[in-house]
C-alpha cells in the first residue's frame, strides 16, 4: 500500500511548486525571520545569548537571499523514477504453503 502511494505521490509532483511566487514568499519570509531574531538579539544583556542570536539571524537572512536568488544548493536532487512491477512470488513472501 505504501509502495502504490509513494509511486503516486512521484507521478503527480510537479516542477511547478518551485514557482516565482513560492520563492518570494519563502525568500522574503525568511529574511523577515532573521530580522525578527536580530531585533530580540539586540534584548539580550549576556554576550554569548546576543551574538548567538546574531548569527542566527545572519544565516536566517542569507538563506532568504539564497531562496530569492534561487540558489542550487537549495535545490532537491531528482532521482530517476523506477516504473513498479508486480512482484512475480519469487520472494520468501509470497510463497504458499512448505
Sequence with gaps: MIGKLSAWYRDN?????????CRLISGFGMIGIGAFILAQAKRRRSPLE???MKS?????????????????????KA????????????????????
Aim: glycine share 8%; hydrophobic share 45%; charged share 20%.
Design 56 to 76: 542566527i539571524a545572519a544565516v536566517a537572512g542569507v538563506l532568504g537571499v539564497a531562496r530569492l536568488a534561487d540558489a542550487n544548493f537549495l535545490k532537491a
Design 79 to 98: 532521482e530517476p523514477v523506477h516504473k513498479q512491477t508486480k512482484p512475480t512470488g519469487d520472494h520468501p513472501f509470497f510463497k504458499r504453503g512448505s
Design 50 to 52: 546576543n551574538y548567538t
Design 13 to 21: 509532483v510537479s516542477e511547478a511548486a518551485d514557482c516565482f511566487a
